[in-house]
Each structure stands twice: as C-alpha cells, then as structure tokens.
C-alpha cells in the first residue's frame, strides 16, 4: 500500500578544474539532477513502483544506471520504458535489458535517430531532448518487513553523439519503510557498486562491428549484447573476446559505445574488403540457390582470415563454425552453413571464446547439424531418437553463449549444445521469425550432461527484449528439441515486448528418451517482465511440450501486469512422455504453473498437471495478479485416471480468476482448490469435476468447512462467500437457498451425505431469485444419489461446496453402463456386448472422468448392448454428442423383445431425431448440431391393448426433459424391453461420443 509519493534529488554541478581529462565538448554550464519518484512506505508482499529521470541535462539520448538493494529482502519486477521522454521528437529507443544479478539489476538505453533502430538510414532527428527528461520506471516486489535501501550507482548519461555528458554522477541513495514495522524494522543495505565506469577519453574507433562494410543495427545489437555479457559476469570492464565492441576504447563497454555506433547507421566503412563477390570461385564454401553453403570441416575455433571476402577459411586452410558465421553475416541474402568434419560419430567442436553473432539483417543463415555424415532426424512418437553428430560445448556455465541471434529468419537445427551460459541467445526487436528445431539444448548429443551448478544467466534458450515471433520447435516429429540440464530455465521469454513466439514438441527437462530427469536448475519455461501473447503448446498433434523433471516449477509466468495474453495449452507438465504416468524422475521439483506478481489475463487450457513437489499443482500469487483463465486441465490425475497428486490442485490468492469449465482436480494430497489471501476476491470456480483429493474440494481460508453466516457478512477470500443450503432433491429437481440472484451450480457428490463435498459430476444449474430462493432441474438422477452444490455471486465470488444431501425415494434402477478409468464399465448382471470400436476418451468430452466413442470410420458397425430382465416400465436415458452427420439415415439406439426389434430412435443426415415403433414413423425432433451435448431419453410404458405409451425425449445440455418430441400416446405398445443398443448398426461411416447411459424404472424426469 503506498502511503506518500516522495521525489528525491541528486545534484552535480559540473567540477573540471583539476581533472586530468579534459571536458567534453558539450559540457553543461546549468548542475545535472537525477530524481526518482517513489513510495516512502509500502506493504510486505507488494511493489515499489520508482519513476527515474534527470532534470537540466542537453541532448540525451542513452543511459545506463545500476540498481542496488538486498536482493533477500525484494525482487525485481521489471524495468519499463513506457512514457519514456527518450522517445519523443521521433527518436526510437532500444532498451538494453535489465540485468538481474544478486546486487540488484542494471538498467539502460539508447536510442536512435529514425523512428525504429532497425531503420538504418539517419533519421530526421539527430538529436536527443533537453531538460527535464523521464527514463522510465524500475519496479521491485518487497518480500521482508524492515527498512529497504535502494541505491542507484554507476550512473551514465550520453548524448546524441554518443559522447558523455559531464562528469560521472554520484550514486543516489534511498530507503523505504516496509510493513508495519518501517523505519523501526530490520535494515537492509544495498551492497556496493559492483563496478565503476570510467570516463569516455574520446578515442571512437571502428563502427562496423560485424565488418560488413556498413554501419547498422546488426552493430548496435552485438554491443548491446555484449553490455548484456559483462554485465551479468558483473564487469563491463573485463576482457572482450572482440576488441572492436569497446568502441569509444575506454576499456568498458558502456551505453557511450552503442550510443556511438547508432549515431553512425548508414555509413559505408574502409576496414574490410568490401562486400564479398558471389561470383568469385570459392574455397570452403559453394553457391547455393538464394545465397551460399559454407561446408564447416573442422572441430576447431580459429577465426576467419579475411572477413568478408566470401571465403570462410582460417589461416590453417580449414572452415571452422566461427568462421562460417563470420562469413554468412557479409553474405547478402539467406546463407547455409554445413557440416562435413571427417571422422565417425559425434564430432565435438570446443569454443573457446564467444561466438560472434548471427546478425546479418540481409538475409537468414541456417546452420544444419544435420549435413554432417551419420546425422539423422527424429522418428519416434513422444520421445527423440535424433541422432546428432554436431556438438558444441563451452567453457562451463559461466563462459560463454553458443549462438547469439540479433536478426531474423535464422534457423539453428541438429545441433547439441552444452556448459555454455547460454545456449542460444535470441535478442531485440531485430530478432524475429527464428526457428529452432530438431536439437538437444543444454545436454550432450548422447543426452546424459547435466548442468552440475545452478547459474545466474545459464538458460538453454533466452529470447528478450523485443524479440518476436520466433519459435521454438513445430508439430513434425523431426523438429523436435530437447531442451534440458541447462544452468538455469530451458526457455525463457523475457522483457516487453518480447511477443508472439512460439514454444511447441519440445521434452524440457527429461532425458531425450523420456525415462530420466535431466532437469533444468530452475523453471522448464519462464515467461516474465512483460513479454505478451507468447504460445506454450497447442491443442494440434505433436504440439504439446513435455515439462517434467525441472529443479523448480514446469512453467512460470510472473512479474508484471505487462505479461499477459500467454497461453499454455495442451501440456504435460510433471508427467511422463504418455502423460498417464507420473514415476518419480518426472516431478518438477517447485509448482507445475506458477502465475505471480501482477500478470494478467493469461490461459492455462487442456495441460495435464501432476506430481508437483511444492505447494499446488497451479498457483496463482499475489492479490494483484488478475484476470487469468484456467481451464479444461487434469490436475492430479493423469490422462489415464492414474492418481499423480500435487500438494494442493490449484491455490489461488490472486483476483478474478477463473477456474473452469471442464477441469478435473482429483487426488491431490490437500485441497482441490484452495483460496487462501484475504484480499483475493471476484475468484469464479465453475463447472469442474473435483473428487477424491485429501481436503475439501473447495476450501476458502481461514481452512476446513467455514460455517455460514447471518447476511453473508464476513469477509477473507471471496468475501466469504455463504454455500447453499440444499433441500432434500427429488429425482427431477433440487430446492435451496443461497445468495440473492447467484448462480447456483449442482454437482453429484463423491462423498456421502452429511458431508461437505466434492463436486464430481456436473449436473445443471440455475439463478436463484432475489430473495436467495433456487431450484434447479436434474433430471436424470436416481433416488439415494448425493448432490451438492456451489454459489457464485454477481461479482465473481465463488462458494464452498454446499452440505450434501441425498435424493429422496427408492432407486428402481436396474443398470448403469459407464466410462470410468479408461474403458467401458458394465455391470455384473446381464450379457453386456460392445460391438466395433467402443473405446473410452479423454475427460471432458462430454462430462464425468471418462466418455465413450463410437467410430465406423474403420468398422461398419459399433454399439454398445445390454441384456436384461424386467417386467415393469423401462426409461433410458443418455447424453450424446454428435462428432460427425451421417450420410444416411441411421439408427443410434434400438429396443429389442426377445430378439426382434421392437422400437427405436433413428438420426438422419440433417440431424433430425425420428422415434419408430417397428417400421412406423411415429414422430421427429429439431435438428442436433454437430458438436453440442444432447440429452436423449425414451419410455416404454409396457401394457396390453390401448393403453401403452413409446416415447421419446431431447434437450440440449445435461437438464432435465420437457415435452416428448414424440409419442404413441395409447397406442398399440404391448410388448416389454429385455435388450438394447446404443449406437450404429448399420454400414454407414458415424462418428458420435456418449456418456452417462441410464437403465431405470424410476420416473422418466
């Protein structure tokens, strides 16, 4: 909560008497000011939210600062720059990203002279703003009560120019009182700068960093890297593996060298050779359609000898992979780098120092592991069985990036890459339509290395700032990767607006046969700090991702109300490769799906989520995180029925969640779904199947049943909201009270009466009035079922499950025939056949665990049938889904009489039911949708002479019947049912799923 907005100062007034450096042409007569905005106290648990600017400075355009505070006591949120004034008057900015260290982050800019940095003409607007300028905003997550110290160091402005703007400023120190303790809390200090700039000596050198002969964006981009690289090796002034990228030769890379380089888009450069003649005969390398091959034929590192010539050849006469890229970034045009290194088997290439960047903004290059001899794709089903023979292995986890991408359309496939900081590295708005397919990212090409440490930067695959559109594995079993044992994530996504990529058919965290974690030391997949509309998975073949076996959680989404609009779909997360079994090796070691800090209106869809080891299968944090959807999910129980519990299913402690429709929350160790944060309102659970696990299947803190109370008054997580009071039901219809005009949704209990249950089977539901008053049709249930019930009110608030009550009468039911544990289930009594293909599908496809499929696609004929025995009236009742029209007139369901077909239910290929007594039309329905639930029923009254009755009943959804669509009234039915079967007889191709099959002499409702 924040309490008072202060604005702080720090002054310089420019000093140069006595510096041994000169000043700076542009040096400022008028102090130079930072300021930052911020609360001066805030509550435990909540963000800081601090506005950064400089007040009286000439022609900014680029900065850089570090961020200090007791990275114990607050996380990083994220660094924006949204309503930055560095944008104004046309100027673009590129953000450099905020690095995350253990003393705080660092954070920068710069900017450039066109409306976008990937223009590379100079723009109208040369240079930077005057004043009073606004650099954007630093936000921090407060985690320990106490007094929190935040210092900004290490602070450096520079102009248009890239030259720097006065003297270095001091460091800018604050504090902010933390929970209710404040100032009289524990104190917790910023550490020390961990480095210090020095000052620009003037000395601006070559441009052209990827020696293409032109000054562009690709330049920008591999400083900007590079400020990255030293920074989270905490020294932008160590050693460069490139001498060039240190452009203003001051022994640091700072934002004075970008800035420069920016400064100077679209100049034509004199230290290279100029651009490589295509036509000129080559030595390790050959013209290929669109661009040129370069055939990499040695496991060496050495560089090229003349870059840009069009050859790639080192000064022993070989083409190394470093070579090959120096070269395919001069190619114009899409390139290919190949591989044929001599000698068998896996042939392993040891960098020694980073690569340079694929950064040629004139075309992809492809580097295809999968040239080389012996190398061969993937074929099997779930797991991998590539067979790769190109590995590259760093220094370890601290040294080094395998591949660096700045520029678009590039594609990386067949390659093992491994103990590197970074295998690929996917960054800036200039990254884009990258595809990584076919590879093994952080482990060997035998799949057996693991990452022994835990490393700050170590992620397999790290797309950041503005890098879009990219993807990460495709549908065909040839492109899937492995990404696993990697120092740190195996993918992350970071930094707005690092949108629209694409993440699919990957094995993240397990071994490439799926039988053996190799798990990522932390989370399978990060998705953070405001990237946006990014797909994990897909609903398709072969688009789901595996991610099981990681050291924290399987996938996260965090930081930031920015972050927003992802969707994971259609994962197994904590499974094995099948995703019906959950062995040990498989858990992720923290959440299967965190959602925290903030993000927004994200879709969790279709994932089967099972065997985490730390609080819930799905958890929602922080009050503040809102709007997200979680939906048709197995959460603790595999695709199967197989029970692979997490602690809780789903705990929610953020704001308008939507849990529902279609999840299944089964068997998990506490409760089903647990609302745990006072402050967490407007949660909506509705319309899942929640059975069999440990606590209540809802539990709203303070924990266990909560008694209601007078008026609803009390407040907690969703306000406390009352459960409904039930009625004892009849067959057709269940009574209460509840809260004025709620939703009130009835469910078949797993528990008995008298408790307060799990919703295990959705039944119908209603509004109730204004007084609270509801009744709901549910027709279809027999006397001695157990119902409950929740209530959801007109804000979004859902209940606890209501007290169960048992549905009054006796039960004159003689059969059941149902779809539990992935197969059809008879009874014991009668003689039960299933003709055809008859096979139990997935949850969710109509309601209950599991559905029945009837398929003539490869069969000409598929029903179920039942015998039995009865003299009194028979009601069948079924819900049936039509997945495919006939192309001619058919029967579904048939009543036999010793033998002989008595009555029955036809569907035509326009969708019309049609009610029969042997070969008379008795009466039709509407026409069924493809698609839609129905609920279809039929009566035979048995009788003699007149007074004997065939009906037939419809509705769309699982309520109760009206009117029947047709009837005998009192006609001429005399015989008695003892055979009936559901589906297809005859020879037409149909397709149809049905459920909840019901043989009962009770009352047709």
């Given at each position: 909560?924040?309490?008072?907005?202060?604005?702080?100062?720090?002054?310089?007034?420019?000093?140069?008497?006595?510096l041994?450096?000169?000043?700076?042409?542009?040096?400022?007569?008028?102090?130079?000011?930072?300021?930052?905005?911020?609360?001066e106290?805030?509550?435990?648990?909540?963000?800081?939210?601090?506005?950064?600017?400089?007040?009286?400075?000439?022609?900014?355009?680029?900065?850089?600062?570090?961020?200090?505070?007791?990275?114990?006591?607050?996380?990083?949120?994220?660094?924006?720059?949204?309503?930055?004034?560095?944008?104004?008057?046309?100027?673009?900015?590129?953000?450099?990203?905020?690095?995350?260290?253990?003393?705080?982050?660092?954070?920068?800019?710069?900017?450039?002279?066109?409306?976008?940095c990937?223009?590379?003409?100079?723009?109208?607007?040369?240079?930077?703003?005057?004043?009073?300028?606004?650099?954007?905003?630093?936000?921090?997550?407060?985690?320990?009560?106490?007094?929190?110290?935040?210092?900004?160091?290490?602070?450096?402005?520079?102009?248009?120019r890239?030259?720097?703007?006065g003297?270095?400023?001091?460091?800018?120190?604050?504090?902010?009182?933390?929970g209710?303790?404040?100032?009289?809390?524990?104190?917790?200090?910023?550490?020390?700068?961990?480095?210090?700039?020095?000052?620009?000596?003037?000395?601006?050198?070559?441009?052209?960093?990827?020696?293409?002969?032109?000054v562009?964006?690709?330049?920008?981009?591999?400083?900007?890297?590079?400020?990255?690289?030293?920074?989270?090796?905490?020294?932008p002034?160590?050693?460069?593996?490139?001498?060039r990228?240190?452009?203003?030769?001051?022994?640091?890379?700072?934002?004075?060298?970008?800035?420069?380089?920016?400064?100077?888009?679209?100049?034509?450069?004199?230290?290279?050779?100029?651009?490589?003649?295509?036509?000129?005969?080559?030595?390790?390398?050959?013209?290929?359609?669109?661009?040129?091959?370069?055939?990499?034929?040695?496991?060496?590192?050495?560089?090229?000898?003349?870059?840009g010539?069009?050859?790639?050849q080192?000064?022993?006469?070989?083409?190394?992979?470093?070579?090959?890229?120096?070269?395919?970034?001069?190619?114009?045009?899409?390139n290919t780098?190949?591989?044929?290194?001599p000698?068998?088997?896996?042939?392993?290439?040891?960098?020694?120092?980073?690569?340079?960047?694929?950064?040629?903004?004139?075309?992809?290059?492809?580097?295809?592991?999968?040239?080389?001899?012996?190398?061969?794709?993937?074929?099997?089903?779930?797991?991998?069985?590539?067979?790769?023979?190109?590995?590259?292995?760093?220094?370890?986890?601290?040294?080094y990036?395998?591949?660096?991408?700045?520029?678009?359309?590039?594609?990386?496939?067949?390659?093992?890459?491994?103990?590197?900081?970074?295998?690929?590295?996917?960054?800036?708005?200039?990254?884009?339509?990258?595809?990584?397919?076919?590879?093994?990212?952080?482990?060997?090409?035998?799949?057996?290395?693991?990452?022994?440490?835990?490393?700050?930067?170590?992620?397999?695959?790290?797309?950041?700032?503005?890098?879009h559109?990219?993807?990460?594995?495709?549908?065909?079993?040839?492109?899937?990767?492995?990404?696993?044992?990697?120092?740190?994530?195996?993918?992350?996504?970071?930094?707005?607006?690092?949108?629209?990529?694409?993440?699919?058919?990957?094995?993240?965290?397990?071994?490439?046969?799926?039988?053996?974690?190799?798990?990522n030391?932390?989370?399978?997949?990060?998705?953070?700090?405001?990237?946006?509309?990014?797909?994990?998975?897909?609903?398709?073949?072969?688009?789901?991702?595996?991610?099981?076996?990681?050291?924290?959680?399987?996938?996260?989404?965090?930081?930031l109300?920015?972050?927003?609009?992802?969707?994971?779909?259609?994962?197994?997360?904590?499974?094995?490769?099948?995703?019906?079994?959950?062995?040990?090796?498989?858990?992720?070691?923290?959440?299967?799906?965190m959602?925290?800090?903030?993000?927004?209106?994200?879709?969790?869809?279709?994932?089967?989520?099972?065997?985490?080891?730390?609080?819930?299968?799905?958890?929602?944090?922080h009050?503040?995180?809102?709007?997200?959807?979680?939906?048709?999910?197995?959460?603790?129980?595999?695709?199967?029925?197989?029970?692979?519990?997490?602690?809780?299913?789903?705990?929610?402690?953020?704001?308008?969640?939507?849990?529902?429709?279609?999840?299944?929350?089964?068997?998990?160790?506490?409760?089903?779904?647990?609302?745990?944060?006072?402050?967490?309102?407007?949660?909506?659970?509705?319309?899942?199947?929640?059975?069999?696990?440990?606590?209540?299947?809802?539990?709203?803190?303070?924990?266990?049943?909560?008694?209601?109370?007078?008026?609803?008054?009390?407040?907690?997580?969703?306000?406390?909201?009352?459960?409904?009071?039930?009625?004892?039901?009849?067959?057709?219809?269940?009574t209460?009270?509840?809260?004025?005009?709620?939703?009130?949704?009835?469910?078949?209990?797993?528990?008995?009466?008298?408790?307060?249950?799990?919703?295990?089977?959705?039944?119908?539901?209603?509004?109730?009035?204004?007084?609270?008053?509801?009744?709901?049709?549910?027709?279809g249930?027999?006397?001695?079922?157990?119902?409950?019930?929740?209530?959801t009110?007109?804000?979004?608030?859902?209940?606890?499950?209501?007290?169960?009550?048992?549905?009054?009468?006796?039960?004159?039911?003689?059969?059941?025939?149902?779809?539990?544990?992935?197969?059809?289930?008879?009874?014991i009594?009668?003689a039960?056949?299933?003709?055809?293909?008859?096979?139990?599908?997935?949850?969710?496809?109509?309601?209950?665990?599991?559905?029945?499929?009837?398929?003539?696609?490869?069969?000409?004929?598929?029903?179920?049938?039942?015998?039995?025995?009865?003299?009194?009236?028979?009601?069948?009742?079924?819900?049936?889904?039509?997945?495919?029209?006939?192309?001619?007139?058919?029967?579904?369901?048939?009543?036999?009489?010793?033998?002989?077909?008595?009555?029955?239910?036809?569907?035509?290929?326009?969708?019309?039911?049609t009610?029969?007594f042997?070969?008379?039309?008795?009466g039709?329905?509407?026409?069924?949708?493809?698609?839609?639930?129905?609920?279809?029923?039929?009566h035979?009254?048995?009788?003699?002479?007149?007074?004997?009755?065939?009906?037939a009943?419809?509705?769309?959804g699982?309520?109760?019947?009206?009117?029947?669509?047709?009837?005998?009234?009192?006609?001429?039915?005399?015989?008695?049912?003892?055979?009936?079967?559901?589906?297809?007889?005859?020879?037409?191709?149909?397709?149809?799923?049905?459920?909840?099959?019901?043989?009962?002499?009770?009352?047709?409702?």
């Amino acid at each position: 909560m924040l309490i008072r907005i202060l604005t702080l100062f720090a002054l310089v007034v420019p000093m140069f008497a006595g510096l041994a450096v000169a000043p700076a042409a542009n040096a400022q007569a008028t102090p130079v000011r930072f300021f930052v905005e911020g609360p001066e106290r805030v509550d435990v648990d909540s963000p800081i939210e601090l506005r950064i600017g400089v007040d009286g400075v000439e022609n900014l355009a680029g900065f850089e600062a570090v961020v200090l505070f007791d990275t114990n006591a607050a996380v990083f949120r994220g660094h924006e720059l949204r309503g930055s004034d560095l944008a104004r008057n046309g100027r673009s900015v590129a953000p450099l990203s905020a690095v995350e260290q253990d003393y705080g982050i660092a954070i920068g800019a710069y900017t450039c002279s066109a409306s976008s940095c990937l223009n590379e003409q100079v723009g109208n607007t040369e240079s930077g703003k005057d004043g009073r300028v606004n650099l954007g905003s630093i936000s921090l997550l407060t985690v320990l009560e106490g007094q929190l110290e935040i210092s900004i160091a290490a602070i450096k402005l520079v102009n248009a120019r890239g030259e720097e703007i006065g003297p270095a400023l001091p460091a800018f120190n604050l504090r902010i009182s933390v929970g209710e303790s404040g100032a009289r809390g524990s104190r917790f200090a910023a550490p020390a700068p961990p480095w210090k700039l020095k000052p620009d000596p003037g000395l601006a050198r070559n441009y052209d960093i990827v020696a293409d002969s032109v000054v562009s964006y690709a330049d920008a981009a591999e400083v900007a890297v590079a400020w990255v690289d030293q920074r989270e090796q905490r020294n932008p002034c160590r050693s460069l593996w490139d001498a060039r990228i240190d452009v203003n030769g001051d022994g640091c890379v700072d934002v004075a060298d970008i800035q420069l380089v920016a400064a100077n888009f679209g100049k034509a450069t004199n230290d290279s050779d100029g651009p490589p003649d295509n036509g000129r005969d080559q030595t390790g390398a050959e013209l290929a359609q669109g661009g040129t091959t370069f055939v990499v034929n040695s496991t060496g590192d050495e560089d090229d000898n003349n870059i840009g010539n069009g050859v790639c050849q080192t000064p022993a006469g070989t083409c190394t992979l470093r070579a090959a890229i120096r070269e395919a970034n001069t190619s114009p045009g899409p390139n290919t780098i190949a591989f044929n290194i001599p000698g068998g088997g896996v042939q392993r290439i040891q960098v020694t120092k980073q690569l340079p960047a694929l950064g040629d903004q004139s075309g992809g290059t492809t580097i295809d592991g999968y040239t080389q001899p012996g190398a061969s794709v993937n074929t099997a089903a779930l797991a991998s069985n590539a067979n790769l023979r190109v590995e590259l292995r760093g220094g370890g986890e601290d040294q080094y990036v395998a591949i660096k991408i700045t520029s678009s359309n590039n594609v990386i496939r067949g390659l093992s890459l491994f103990r590197f900081r970074k295998a690929i590295w996917i960054f800036g708005s200039g990254a884009s339509n990258n595809t990584l397919i076919g590879n093994f990212i952080g482990t060997d090409a035998a799949g057996s290395y693991v990452s022994p440490v835990i490393q700050g930067a170590g992620h397999g695959v790290h797309i950041e700032q503005g890098a879009h559109d990219n993807v990460i594995g495709r549908p065909n079993l040839a492109d899937r990767n492995v990404v696993s044992g990697n120092g740190r994530h195996g993918i992350g996504i970071w930094h707005a607006p690092s949108n629209d990529n694409v993440i699919q058919n990957n094995i993240v965290g397990l071994s490439p046969a799926g039988t053996a974690a190799r798990p990522n030391r932390k989370h399978g997949i990060d998705i953070n700090y405001g990237s946006a509309n990014n797909l994990i998975g897909g609903a398709g073949a072969n688009q789901r991702n595996v991610s099981s076996g990681n050291d924290d959680t399987g996938v996260e989404i965090s930081h930031l109300e920015s972050t927003s609009g992802n969707q994971v779909i259609g994962n197994f997360i904590g499974s094995d490769l099948t995703g019906n079994g959950a062995p040990g090796y498989t858990a992720n070691q923290g959440r299967g799906i965190m959602m925290e800090d903030g993000v927004r209106n994200n879709i969790i869809e279709g994932n089967v989520i099972v065997n985490s080891q730390q609080a819930a299968g799905i958890e929602v944090r922080h009050d503040y995180t809102s709007g997200n959807i979680i939906r048709d999910n197995r959460i603790g129980i595999t695709l199967n029925g197989t029970a692979a519990p997490n602690p809780t299913g789903i705990d929610v402690n953020g704001n308008n969640t939507q849990v529902g429709p279609d999840n299944t929350i089964a068997f998990n160790l506490f409760a089903g779904i647990n609302l745990g944060t006072d402050t967490g309102d407007f949660n909506t659970i509705t319309r899942n199947s929640i059975f069999s696990n440990a606590g209540l299947g809802i539990n709203i803190a303070p924990g266990g049943v909560n008694p209601n109370d007078p008026g609803d008054g009390d407040t907690g997580p969703n306000e406390g909201l009352n459960f409904p009071v039930l009625n004892p039901p009849t067959t057709s219809t269940a009574t209460g009270a509840a809260c004025a005009n709620c939703v009130v949704e009835i469910f078949e209990a797993d528990s008995a009466a008298g408790q307060h249950g799990e919703g295990m089977t959705f039944v119908a539901s209603a509004n109730a009035n204004g007084s609270g008053a509801f009744s709901v049709a549910i027709g279809g249930l027999s006397p001695g079922t157990v119902l409950t019930a929740t209530a959801t009110d007109q804000t979004g608030n859902t209940s606890e499950f209501a007290q169960n009550v048992a549905i009054t009468g006796s039960s004159s039911r003689i059969k059941d025939m149902t779809f539990e544990n992935g197969a059809v289930q008879h009874p014991i009594t009668g003689a039960d056949t299933d003709f055809g293909p008859i096979s139990a599908v997935a949850p969710g496809s109509i309601s209950g665990n599991f559905s029945a499929a009837v398929d003539t696609n490869t069969f000409t004929r598929a029903y179920l049938q039942e015998d039995f025995a009865v003299a009194a009236d028979l009601y069948v009742a079924f819900e049936f889904r039509i997945d495919d029209l006939p192309a001619t007139n058919l029967r579904i369901f048939e009543i036999y009489n010793l033998g002989s077909l008595a009555g029955n239910i036809g569907l035509s290929s326009n969708g019309v039911l049609t009610l029969r007594f042997g070969s008379t039309f008795i009466g039709q329905s509407a026409p069924l949708q493809e698609g839609q639930v129905y609920r279809i029923g039929i009566h035979q009254q048995r009788g003699t002479g007149g007074n004997a009755v065939l009906e037939a009943f419809v509705v769309q959804g699982a309520g109760g019947f009206g009117a029947p669509f047709a009837s005998t009234s009192s006609g001429n039915w005399t015989t008695f049912a003892n055979r009936i079967r559901l589906g297809t007889t005859t020879s037409t191709i149909f397709e149809a799923t049905i459920d909840n099959v019901s043989l009962d002499t009770a009352m047709m409702p």
